[in-house]
Nanobody, 128 residues
Framework: QVQLVESGGGLVQAGDSLRLSCAAS????????MGWFRQNSGQEREYVAH????????YYDDSVKGRFTVSRDNAKNTMYLQMNSLKPEDTAVYYC?????????????????????WGQGTQVTVSS
C-alpha cells in the first residue's frame, strides 16, 4: 500500500521559514518524480514545485520561485520543501504526490492529473 505522509506545517509569522517533509512508503521512491501542491480553503489545489527522480531537476511556480526549494533524499524515501520568506498568501494545506506521467513538460508537471498517491496534507498558516 502506497503512503505519502506530509509533516512540518505550522503557524508562523510573515518572513519566517518552515521545512515540510513528505515520507513515502510502499513504492520505489527513487523511480518517481514528485510534486508539491497546495490548497487554500475554497480554492482549487495549485501547483507549487516538482522534482525529478534523481533530484537533479527542480521546477517551481512563479509565486514561490526564489523563496522555496524542493529537494529529496532517496535513501530516506523523503522529499522536502524548504519555505523561506513566507507570506500570508502562502497559507494553505500542502500536499505531496508522486508523478506518474511518462515524460515531463511544463503542462504535465503543473497538472494534478499527472500525479497519484496524494498525502493527507499539512497545514501551513502564515500570519501578517
Amino acid at each position: 500500500q502506497v503512503q505519502l505522509v506530509e509533516s512540518g506545517g505550522g503557524l508562523v509569522q510573515a518572513g519566517d521559514s518552515l521545512r515540510l517533509s513528505c515520507a513515502a512508503s510502499g513504492l520505489t521512491f527513487s523511480s518517481y518524480a514528485m510534486g508539491w501542491f497546495r490548497q487554500n480553503s475554497g480554492q482549487e489545489r495549485e501547483y507549487v514545485a516538482h522534482i525529478s527522480r534523481g533530484g537533479g531537476n527542480t521546477y517551481y511556480d512563479d509565486s514561490v520561485k526564489g523563496r522555496f526549494t524542493v529537494s529529496r533524499d532517496n535513501a530516506k524515501n523523503t522529499m522536502y520543501l524548504q519555505m523561506n520568506s513566507l507570506k500570508p498568501e502562502d497559507t494553505a494545506v500542502y500536499y505531496c504526490a508522486a508523478y506518474v506521467q511518462y515524460g515531463s513538460s511544463l503542462l504535465s508537471r503543473r497538472s494534478q492529473n499527472s500525479y497519484r498517491y496524494w498525502g493527507q496534507g499539512t497545514q501551513v498558516t502564515v500570519s501578517s
